[in-house]
């Protein structure tokens, strides 16, 4: 039963790389946060993004308290 899940997770993950290949997301070389996210997040949801989903992230909504540099 365990080898059964691994191959299924192999083959999602694989789905979902090649759905991140068609939308274009490994073209370019630099990326930023936002772009990073989408490309890890697609290639998690994988088979999803066939059924008409687009999973997006906007990490300008992510709250983070950056320290302020020490005089």
Same mark, same amino acid.
């Given at each position: 039963?365990?080898?059964? &899940?691994? &191959? =299924? @997770?192999?083959?999602? @993950?694989?789905?979902?790389?090649? *759905?991140? +290949?068609?939308?274009?997301? +490994?073209?370019?070389?630099?990326?930023?946060?936002?772009?990073?996210? #989408? &490309?890890? @997040?697609? &290639?998690? *949801?994988?088979? =999803?993004?066939?059924?008409?989903?687009?999973? %997006?992230?906007?990490?300008? #909504? !992510? #709250? !983070? #308290?950056?320290?302020?540099?020490? %005089?």
């Amino acid at each position: 039963m365990g080898r059964l &899940i691994g &191959i =299924l @997770l192999v083959v999602w @993950l694989v789905i979902g790389a090649f *759905a991140a +290949f068609q939308r274009g997301y +490994f073209e370019d070389a630099e990326t930023n946060c936002s772009e990073a996210s #989408d &490309i890890a @997040l697609n &290639i998690v *949801a994988g088979p =999803l993004n066939y059924a008409g989903l687009n999973p %997006k992230v906007d990490c300008a #909504d !992510v #709250d !983070v #308290d950056t320290p302020e540099p020490s %005089k």
